[in-house]
């Protein structure tokens, strides 16, 4: 479902019209900008829906689980 | 570009800190203490000081600069784009455990049968709407929602204290201070460290050397109303906010005066998605601004639709349920944010003054061209 909703909003913005919204010179940064960024999240969304074990937010907690704990004084 | 009074300043900080501070913090909290939960909530103090530090040095080394602007002119082009977007993904990914939070609560609360898909681009939709009317426009919606709350809250929250009971309290501190600091991470490291969010609004603040002062007043005046809150929750239905989402939600259905006055948890819902759309609003536009910075243009609108269409998305791709939002805010999020909002920033600063002033000032000039 999610690679779904990724790969419909990818869709969504690719044929949105960026000048009617954007001044000159930054509708392209724009629409770049959101198929890029939608580009990204709908491959971590196809990676997520093969490898549900593989979180999108793993490395964060693989980097700042263990300080965490040891704010908490059990790390 | 519009600028923002000190009182707008304050609320918005206010609202960022409560926005979801009201809704979970009362059970983050009873997760490791009960008893002395109330002498958890001060710990905001905590991260909204060292969020009052970060802001006094940077309003002294980079008058009139962003936190993102900062990164770049002192880390130069490569390492600083990279803190920038490790900035922006850190607001990115906050937004969307916001975002999560907001369709949590509003289907958990009051729309059941509506999918979270909906209710959340309706909320992240309000918000982005405020983020392109602009910042001046997010500030004077916060000055329009303080009246209300002021009249409404002490009237749902006095009514409950009919069911309040005093022993719940008793012993003080019986496990001593270990509990009361572990429920108070949350509160200073998540919640109080929101605070820097500010450093993002530099360009449009109207006195910007009063940005520490604010912070501090800020976190002060949300200590004392979560202070209250808590007591409050604690003190109407005791233990059993230890196993409930939002305790408040339950201290207001508690309500009952008569056969007439009952179920004001809809005056409360009201309030809260209000206070929520703010805090997701106040997040977003930091957001686009970051965004600005990175891509070096001169306004900031474009990145409005762009971004709040990721965060929507993102809140439901990043947190399945709430149960993975809370696990999050509990295990990850306080060295996050710490390492992102005061390691990161004191660490640029301490290479700023290594440089010294005259290679930044060599920087600024080409820069200030650029980002303007």
């Given at each position: 479902m999610d690679g779904v909703l990724a790969s419909i909003l990818a869709v969504i913005a690719a044929l949105f019209d960026w000048s009617?919204?954007?001044?000159?010179?930054?509708?392209a940064k724009g629409t770049w900008g959101t198929?890029?960024?939608?580009?990204?999240?709908?491959?971590?969304?196809?990676?997520?829906?093969?490898?549900?074990?593989?979180?999108?937010?793993?490395?964060?907690?693989?980097?700042?689980?263990?300080?965490?704990?040891?704010?908490?004084?059990?790390? | 570009?519009?600028?923002?009074?000190?009182?707008?300043?304050?609320?918005?900080?206010?609202?960022?800190?409560?926005?979801?501070?009201?809704?979970?913090?009362?059970?983050?909290?009873?997760?490791?203490?009960?008893?002395?939960?109330?002498?958890?909530?001060?710990?905001?103090?905590l991260g909204g000081g060292l969020c009052a530090g970060v802001a006094w040095i940077h309003i002294r080394r980079f008058p009139g600069q962003t936190l993102t602007q900062a990164l770049h002119l002192?880390?130069?082009?490569?390492?600083?784009?990279?803190?920038?977007?490790?900035?922006?993904?850190?607001?990115?990914?906050?937004?969307?455990?916001?975002?999560?939070?907001?369709?949590?609560?509003?289907?958990?609360?009051?729309l059941p049968n509506t999918p979270e898909f909906v209710v959340g681009l309706l909320a992240i939709a309000c918000a982005g709407y405020l983020v392109y009317l602009g910042i001046?426009?997010?500030?004077?919606?916060?000055?329009?929602?303080?009246?209300?709350?002021?009249?409404?809250?002490?009237?749902?929250f006095g009514l409950a204290l009919r069911w309040f009971d005093a022993d719940t309290f008793r012993p003080v501190l019986a496990d001593g201070w270990m509990p009361v600091w572990r429920a108070g991470i949350v509160p200073a490291f998540a919640y109080g460290l929101e605070f820097a969010l500010s450093l993002q609004w530099v360009r449009a603040l109207r006195t910007p050397r009063t940005l520490p002062w604010d912070i501090l007043i800020?976190?002060?005046?949300?200590?004392?109303?979560?202070?209250?809150?808590?007591?409050?929750?604690?003190g109407v239905i005791g233990a059993s906010a230890t196993y409930l989402n939002y305790p408040v939600l339950e201290v207001v259905r508690s309500v009952r005066q008569g056969k007439f006055i009952e179920r004001l948890d809809t005056?409360?819902?009201?309030?809260?998605?209000?206070?929520?759309?703010?805090?997701?609003?106040?997040?977003?536009?930091?957001?686009?601004?970051?965004l600005q910075d990175l891509c070096r243009t001169r306004d900031w609108r474009w990145a409005v639709f762009p971004s709040?269409?990721?965060?929507?998305?993102?809140?439901?791709?990043?947190?399945?349920?709430?149960?993975?939002?809370?696990?999050?805010?509990?295990?990850?999020?306080?060295?996050?944010?710490?390492?992102?909002?005061?390691?990161?920033?004191?660490v640029t600063y301490a290479v700023a003054a290594i440089r010294g002033k005259d290679g930044l000032e060599r920087r600024m000039g080409p820069a200030r061209q650029g980002m303007r």
């Open positions: 009617r919204l954007a001044p000159e010179g930054v509708a198929l890029i960024g939608l580009g990204v999240l709908c491959a971590f969304a196809t990676a997520y829906q093969w490898w549900p074990s593989i979180h999108p937010l793993a490395p964060l907690t693989a980097l700042f689980e263990r300080p965490t704990l040891w704010l908490y004084g059990s790390g | 570009m519009a600028q923002i009074s000190r009182y707008q300043v304050i609320l918005m900080l206010v609202w960022t800190a409560l926005g979801t501070g009201i809704v979970t913090m009362p059970g983050t909290i009873a997760h490791f203490t009960v008893h002395d939960a109330w002498l958890a909530c001060p710990w905001i103090l002192t880390l130069g082009p490569w390492i600083g784009t990279c803190a920038g977007v490790w900035y922006a993904a850190w607001i990115f990914v906050s937004l969307a455990t916001i975002g999560r939070e907001v369709t949590a609560f509003i289907t958990t609360a009051v001046e426009v997010i500030g004077r919606v916060n000055q329009f929602i303080m009246p209300l709350a002021v009249v409404v809250a002490p009237l749902l800020a976190a002060a005046v949300s200590a004392f109303i979560l202070t209250l809150l808590v007591a409050l929750t604690v005056l409360y819902v009201m309030g809260v998605v209000t206070t929520l759309v703010l805090k997701l609003s106040s997040f977003h536009v930091s957001l686009c601004q970051a709040a269409l990721a965060v929507w998305s993102a809140s439901f791709f990043f947190f399945r349920n709430l149960a993975e939002v809370t696990d999050f805010i509990l295990h990850v999020v306080p060295a996050y944010f710490l390492f992102t909002v005061v390691l990161l920033p004191l």
